[in-house]
């Protein structure tokens, strides 16, 4: 039973590192959607182009929640084995995401 409980746990990490990360980008998946639910608010204001940022929003949102679970395995996994690697690929996909974002969004605001 222990031992169970020790293998779910997967790590010796007094901070919980891999949890707050894990919350971190589930709290930028959670902004991300609801932008993404404004943008379709907008749509009869701004007219179709509004659809881009929406698609945008919604796609890096998506990208999140799909490889969550293997960022927190490998960030548990790194700490059991102590090689913690930052995952800069999803820091900047998700940066780029929000340049994306601000670039279309400006475009909207000029084009209307």
Excluded: K, N
């Excluded at 589930?26 to 929406?54: E, N």
């Amino acid at each position: 039973m222990a031992r169970s409980r020790e293998a779910a746990r997967g790590h010796e990490d007094p901070g919980l590192q891999p949890e707050r990360t894990s919350l971190a980008w589930g709290r930028t998946m959670m902004a991300l959607v609801t932008v993404s639910a404004i943008f379709l608010r907008w749509l009869p204001h701004h007219g179709l182009p509004i659809l881009l940022l929406f698609a945008v929003s919604t796609t890096a949102a998506g990208v999140i929640y799909f490889t969550q679970r293997r960022r927190y395995s490998t960030s548990t996994a790194g700490i059991t084995h102590e090689t913690v690697d930052a995952d800069t690929s999803a820091v900047l996909w998700t940066a780029s995401a929000a340049v994306a974002l601000g670039a279309l969004g400006i475009l909207v605001v000029l084009a209307g």
